[in-house]
C-alpha cells in the first residue's frame, strides 16, 4: 500500500493548481488524510487537513486560498490552491492515516513521495 500524488507542475503566479493523492492498494479505512509541504531548508509545516466526518484545518498562509477534500470511495484526497503566490513553491506531500483491514490494531500514518509546485512570474 503506498500514496500517489499527482498535480504538482509549474504554476503561473496568480494561477491555481489541484493536487491529488489517492491509495494504492487495499485498505479497509483512511482517517485523517492531509497535505504538507516543505521547501529547502525548511521543515515540514501543515497546509491543510480533513478529518472522516469532513471537517477542515488550514495553515493561515492558505486560508481562503485552498480548499482541501476527499472522496472517500476512491481513498483519495484533494487540495486545490488559487491565486497560487512564489512562497507556494514547494514540495507538497499527502499524508493520510489507514487502517489496512478490520483486524488491524490502528491506523498507520503513511507519506506520499511528494510532488513538486513551482510557482514562477
Known amino acids: 500500500v503506498r500514496l500517489v500524488e499527482s498535480g504538482g507542475g509549474l504554476v503561473l503566479a496568480g494561477g491555481s493548481l489541484r493536487l491529488s493523492c489517492a491509495v494504492s492498494?487495499?485498505?479497509?479505512?483512511?482517517?485523517?488524510m492531509s497535505w504538507y509541504r516543505q521547501t529547502p531548508g525548511g521543515q515540514r509545516e501543515l497546509v491543510a487537513a480533513?478529518?472522516?466526518?469532513?471537517?477542515?484545518d488550514y495553515a493561515d498562509s492558505v486560508k481562503g486560498r485552498g480548499t482541501i477534500s476527499r472522496d472517500n470511495a476512491k481513498n483519495t484526497v484533494y487540495l486545490q490552491l488559487s491565486r497560487l503566490k512564489s512562497d507556494d513553491t514547494a514540495v507538497y506531500y499527502c499524508?493520510?492515516?489507514?487502517?489496512?483491514?478490520?483486524?488491524?490494531?490502528?491506523?498507520?500514518?503513511?507519506w506520499g513521495q511528494g510532488t513538486t509546485v513551482t510557482v514562477y512570474s
Open positions: 492498494g487495499n485498505i479497509f479505512s483512511v482517517r485523517r
Open positions: 499524508h493520510q492515516e489507514i487502517m489496512y483491514s478490520r483486524a488491524s490494531y490502528g491506523y498507520v500514518a503513511l
Open positions: 480533513i478529518a472522516s466526518d469532513g471537517s477542515t
